[in-house]
Structure formats: C-alpha cells, structure tokens
C-alpha cells in the first residue's frame, strides 16, 4: 500500500515539474529584446542635505550599438537626456554629459555622427532634502546600429540618494 | 481509523498536486497560445544560409499585405487598398532615424524611375513617440518635423502619419527603415529591415512589378 502510494506521488511529481510553465517558456525573438543602455551604478549615495553634489552615474550601451550624444551634429537626431522627475525629493540643478565619439557609418562614410559607445559617465548635480529618497531618474536615448535605428526610449534609472 | 485518516490525506494531497499540475498545465498552453499570436507578424532577424549576413525573416512575405487608411500632411486620407494594381514599396521611417534619411534619395530615383511603370512609394512616419490622441502639441511638433524633412528632401511620394497605430500589423517593426514590397495582386513579396542598397530595393521593386530580371 505504501510503496503504491510512494510510486504515485512521484509520478506525481514528475508531471508536475513537466507540466511547470516556469521551465519552458517561449523562445526569444533575436529582435531587439532587451534594452540598449545598461544603468551600472552607484544605486546608492549620500549627499550634504541642501548643498549641490556632483554624482557620476555610469551607464553601459550593449555591444554593436551607438546612441546620440548629448549633442548630435543633426537636428532631427534625438540627444541623451538624463532627468529626474519633479516631487522626489531630489532637485536636478544640471548634468554634464560626456563628449560623444565622432564615428562614420560604413554604409555612410560622408556623414559624421557624436554617439555613445561602451561605458559612459553623466556627472548629475544634485541638490537632496534630508531624509532618504528612492529617486527613479530617467534616461531617454535613441539608438542605432549600422544598419538601422531602434526607437527613442525613456528608461528608469533608479538611485537610493539619502541627504544627511 | 488512524489509517483511514493518513489514506484520506494522501488522496487530498494527490489530488490537490493533480488540480494544481492541471492549471499549471492550461496557464502555460494560454501563456504559449499568446505569445505565438504575438510573435505570428513579428519578422526577426536571421543568417542568410549562403552568406551568414543578417536577413529579414518577415512572416509576412507572401502574404496579402495588410490594409490601412492613414492621413498624409494634408489631412488627406490614403489607404493602400486604393494602389491595387500597382506595385507599392512600403517604407516604414522615422525623423530620427540617420539610415532611413540616407536611403530616402534611392527611394526618390527608384520611384522616379519607375512610376511609368505603375509603382509608387508610400512613405509612413513611424516615429514611437508614444504620444497622447490629446497631445497636440506633441503632434503638431512632430507633424512639422516631417514637413521639414519632406521639403528639404524634396519627397515627391505621398508620406503619411502616425504608422504607430499600424507597426502591429507589420510585426511591431523594432527597426528602422523597414520596407515591405507588394505587387499588383496586393501581396508582400519582399521585406527589408535596416539599410541595404539600392541595387537590392531596385531588384525587389521589379520582383513587385512582375519584371524581374
């Protein structure tokens, strides 16, 4: 009776961890799934309370991208913006962006684009009120490969700034 | 009665282990059904068996084309349905976009060339801004924008606004440009996603035109 018993619950078992949703899920798109700029660090600083505070935010662009700089040589073309949402406690007094690379495109020799590539630092400079202040910042950014350009996109950059 | 007991639970058990695999079961096979239903007009991109260079791999092509009515800068409403019978490039591309600005002078000759022929370009603003029906402002801003370049670029085909509400029913197009070649009959013969050249784009048109080399 016993080992009928045992030899259900782990039949039981076995159809269960086959059946399980969390062990095969659809096969990813090679389409651009994930997300062009990567927020590395810091997820925390502490700042004086009331006093502006330059902090390096580092930011990563995934292999085989570009994105804009601050200051693309075009018009039409949309520059990186860091912000941070009014009513959080923590006060964008500015940001300095760093000088993008100028590159060609092989598809393009002629025109000169200023991007991003690989790591890059924004010294945001802020001013906290005291107490701690979970600060979802935004990024907004445009990125391309040599070949196409994905569109522009606002992302979180979440940041733990405590004013002491 | 102790035994009867322990016997109870055990088929409670089983039992609530079998309701549990059950709902696992159909959570997953609804979880799957949407994902494909997502991913039915979603092209991705794959190595050409020959070269290993990136291909666009759009479940589209040979498809009927998807129909649509959007409004070009003038108000005027265009729908594609009204080329049937004619060979039409559908050319998904944004302001921000530095590949589609480059290939915009290829379209210009292509077209030029061969409208004689019954083709035309249709060129549709795709920008994913994500902005509000209410936001005039946004609209306006971005509207101008497309003027501008319609003018400095001297587009002669009609350009048409807010391909956002339609990227779905062209696989969500992920990228910009993304072209999509329909014949006389109204169906997609070629896709393109990215730049490639205008020697390709001038070979998928006489593909839809039905005189390919």
């Given at each position: 009776?016993?080992?009928?018993?045992?030899?259900?619950?782990?039949?039981s078992?076995?159809?269960?961890?086959?059946?399980?949703?969390?062990?095969?899920?659809?096969?990813?798109?090679?389409?651009?799934?994930?997300?062009?700029?990567?927020?590395l660090f810091?997820?925390?600083?502490?700042?004086?309370?009331?006093?502006?505070?330059?902090?390096?935010?580092?930011?990563?662009?995934?292999?085989?991208?570009?994105?804009?700089?601050h200051?693309?040589k075009?018009?039409?073309?949309?520059?990186?913006?860091?912000?941070?949402?009014?009513?959080e406690?923590?006060?964008?007094?500015?940001?300095?962006?760093?000088?993008?690379?100028?590159i060609?495109?092989?598809?393009?020799?002629?025109?000169?684009l200023?991007v991003?590539?690989?790591?890059?630092?924004i010294d945001?400079?802020?001013?906290?009120e005291?107490?701690?202040?979970?600060?979802?910042?935004?990024?907004?950014?445009?990125?391309?490969?040599?070949?196409?350009?994905?569109?522009?996109k606002?992302?979180?950059?979440?940041?733990?700034?405590i004013?002491? | 009665?102790?035994?009867?007991?322990?016997?109870?639970?055990?088929?409670?058990?089983?039992?609530?282990?079998?309701?549990?695999?059950?709902?696992?079961?159909?959570?997953?096979?609804?979880?799957?059904?949407?994902?494909?239903?997502?991913?039915?007009?979603?092209?991705?991109?794959?190595?050409?068996?020959?070269?290993?260079?990136p291909?666009?791999?759009s479940?589209?092509v040979?498809?009927?084309?998807p129909?649509?009515?959007?409004?070009?800068?003038?108000g005027?409403?265009?729908?594609?349905?009204?080329?049937?019978?004619?060979?039409?490039?559908?050319?998904?591309?944004?302001?921000?976009?530095?590949?589609?600005?480059?290939?915009?002078p290829?379209?210009?000759?292509?077209?030029?060339?061969?409208?004689p022929?019954?083709?035309?370009?249709?060129?549709?603003?795709?920008?994913?801004?994500?902005?509000?029906?209410?936001?005039?402002?946004g609209w306006?801003?971005?509207?101008?924008?497309?003027?501008?370049?319609?003018?400095?670029m001297?587009?002669?085909?009609?350009?048409?606004?807010?391909?956002d509400?339609i990227?779905k029913?062209?696989?969500?197009?992920?990228?910009?440009?993304?072209?999509?070649?329909?014949?006389?009959?109204?169906k997609?013969?070629?896709?393109?996603m990215?730049?490639?050249s205008?020697?390709?784009?001038e070979?998928?048109?006489?593909?839809?035109?039905?005189?390919?080399?």
């Amino acid at each position: 009776m016993h080992k009928a018993l045992a030899a259900v619950l782990v039949a039981s078992a076995s159809l269960v961890s086959a059946q399980s949703p969390l062990l095969d899920g659809p096969k990813r798109s090679l389409a651009k799934s994930t997300n062009a700029v990567e927020y590395l660090f810091p997820e925390q600083v502490t700042v004086p309370t009331g006093k502006p505070t330059a902090i390096a935010l580092h930011f990563r662009v995934a292999e085989g991208l570009h994105i804009n700089s601050h200051a693309p040589k075009d018009d039409y073309l949309i520059p990186t913006t860091f912000a941070i949402p009014a009513g959080e406690g923590v006060v964008l007094k500015d940001a300095a962006y760093p000088r993008g690379a100028d590159i060609t495109l092989p598809i393009d020799p002629k025109t000169r684009l200023n991007v991003y590539t690989g790591e890059f630092i924004i010294d945001a400079h802020i001013v906290a009120e005291r107490g701690n202040h979970l600060v979802q910042a935004t990024l907004r950014y445009q990125a391309c490969d040599n070949n196409a350009c994905m569109p522009p996109k606002t992302v979180t950059v979440p940041i733990d700034v405590i004013g002491q | 009665m102790k035994r009867n007991t322990l016997v109870l639970c055990v088929v409670l058990v089983l039992l609530a282990i079998f309701g549990w695999a059950g709902w696992a079961n159909w959570e997953y096979r609804r979880q799957a059904a949407e994902a494909l239903l997502a991913q039915a007009a979603r092209g991705e991109l794959v190595a050409d068996a020959a070269t290993g260079a990136p291909q666009y791999n759009s479940p589209l092509v040979q498809k009927p084309a998807p129909d649509f009515t959007l409004e070009d800068l003038t108000g005027k409403k265009v729908s594609l349905a009204s080329y049937k019978g004619k060979a039409v490039l559908v050319n998904f591309w944004a302001t921000w976009c530095g590949p589609c600005k480059l290939e915009t002078p290829w379209l210009i000759e292509l077209r030029n060339q061969y409208t004689p022929q019954g083709f035309e370009v249709l060129g549709i603003s795709t920008e994913g801004e994500d902005l509000a029906e209410n936001d005039k402002a946004g609209w306006a801003k971005q509207k101008a924008a497309i003027g501008k370049f319609v003018t400095e670029m001297k587009v002669p085909y009609p350009m048409l606004l807010n391909g956002d509400s339609i990227s779905k029913t062209y696989g969500g197009l992920d990228s910009m440009p993304t072209s999509f070649y329909v014949d006389r009959e109204g169906k997609i013969i070629a896709a393109q996603m990215g730049i490639t050249s205008k020697d390709e784009m001038e070979e998928n048109i006489r593909k839809a035109l039905g005189n390919s080399k």
